[in-house]
């Protein structure tokens, strides 16, 4: 048998769960790393022995083989990412509530994070020939955005800066905390100077001294040449804006309208031209609407039906002034009904085996 986790936490096997989490509690009050006078392994001990013994499952396994095999390996494997047990991970939360804000209370450092605003997704419907070209559209969005008065600082244009009174200038505030460990100071940043510790003798008149506003504002999206229905554009910073912060992103969905004569494959461009058999068998010249203008393509004597003809630099366009390619697909239409000249001409071909 391998570790004894009831003698580990100084139970019986007839503890129950409440007796096995006043045991960890303790044990962890005394051993915890961050603790003056605390033994890491004697905590990691514990930890192992409370994983276990506080879930039933795992609890029935170990007391009848002395091991534990759903869920974990019993000899305490940690996991990477924090206090886990083979494959599954150990929830502190029961006990410590917000286990990060333990942590930074022991160890009394001021944990300031960047502050972000809101993300924003926006639809926008271009048409075809814009989704090949490219173009800009130009969009109204109601958001909080930076005070274009004070410039996001909160304070009058021209104010001087000041002494913050909430933390005397510290940019950071000391907080003390009661937990199951006893009692902590955490250091926070001050929420009044956004841990700057100065904050502006008069506040703006637009904002009212937050920064920020909520309103409209116009944003132009460049769409580039050659995108596809469904692809997002990103605009960085162009989201909502936060009080301290920096702004959020845009995101703009691109809706392709779909055209009557043209369809997109990569690079090119397909479209399909109906034509006559006499013209097929004969060739001609035809002129084609393109989204460049109209072209004259040739159509060789003897075309196939479905044949591609390719009309090149009339496709999509890519680096370096390179296009893609215009690609015809030749579809050949058969009459229903034959005059009698015309139904005498064509028995004619096929006699000569044409």
Known sequence: MGKDYYKILGLTKSASKDEVKRAFRKLAHVYHPDKPGGNAEKFKEASEAYSVLSDDKKRAEYDAYGRVFSG??????????GFGFG????????????????????????????????DISIDIEISFRDSIFGTTRKVLLTKTSTCDACRGTGGK???????????????????????????????????????????????????????????EQEISVAIPAGVESGEMIRLSGSGEAIAGGIPGDLYVKLHVHKDPVFTKEGIHINMTLP?????????????????????????????????????????????RGRRGDLLITVSITLPKKLSRKARKMIEDLREEGI
């Open 275 to 319: 034509l006559k058999l006499s013209d097929a068998l004969l060739g001609c010249e035809r002129t084609i609407e393109t989204l460049d203008g109209a072209v004259t393509a040739k159509i060789p004597a003897g075309v196939s039906h479905n044949e591609i003809l390719r009309v090149r630099e009339k496709g999509v366009p890519q680096e």
């Open 72 to 81: 974990g390996q019993s000899g305490g494997q940690q996991n990477a990412g």
């Open 157 to 215: 244009p021209g104010t001087e800066q000041v002494t913050c009174t909430v933390c005397n200038g510290n940019g950071k505030m000391h907080e003390t905390k009661n937990s199951i460990l006893g009692t902590f100071t955490s250091v926070r940043v001050c929420e009044s100077c956004r841990g700057t510790g100065k904050i502006p003798k008069e506040k703006c008149s637009a904002c009212k001294g937050s920064g920020v506003v909520r309103k």
């Open 87 to 118: 494959s599954q991970e150990f929830d502190f939360g029961d006990i410590f509530g917000d286990f990060g804000d333990i942590f930074s209370n022991f160890t009394g450092q001021t944990q300031r994070r960047t502050q972000r605003g809101r």
